[in-house]
Nanobody
């Protein structure tokens, strides 16, 4: 029953910025970790950034210094601020979360993805 819904993708020129959002809804006890992955045309899915419920973060090397991940625990929402965008950032970005959904189950969930296109 749990869903992750992404928003904020679009078209931007090289050097521009976008902010992605992902909101979790449904039965939620807690969300220990949330993150963003991306999959470019012809490539596999790769980690972009992740953040714990306590605020600790990890970033993939290609986005360090350019992207910032954050979350609003009260809204069950994670954000990805993308700055200094490059054509190689063009990809479908997927939200991921480890969610404790009941007293008996917790697991990984994925959003459907939002497209980011960076023109040169």
């Amino acid at each position: 029953q749990l869903q992750l819904v992404e928003s904020g993708g679009g078209l931007v020129q090289t050097g521009g910025s976008l902010r992605l959002s992902c909101e979790a809804s449904g039965s939620i006890f807690s969300i220990p970790a949330m993150g963003w992955y991306r999959q470019a045309p012809g490539k596999g899915r790769e980690l972009v950034a992740r953040i714990s419920s306590g605020g600790s973060t990890n970033y993939a090397d290609p986005v360090k210094g350019r992207f910032i991940i954050s979350r609003d625990n009260a809204k069950n929402t994670v954000y990805l601020q993308m700055n200094s965008l490059k054509p190689e950032d063009t990809s479908v970005y997927y939200c991921n979360a480890f969610v404790v959904v009941s007293s008996t189950y917790g697991g990984d969930y994925w959003g459907e993805g939002t497209l980011v296109t960076v023109s040169s």
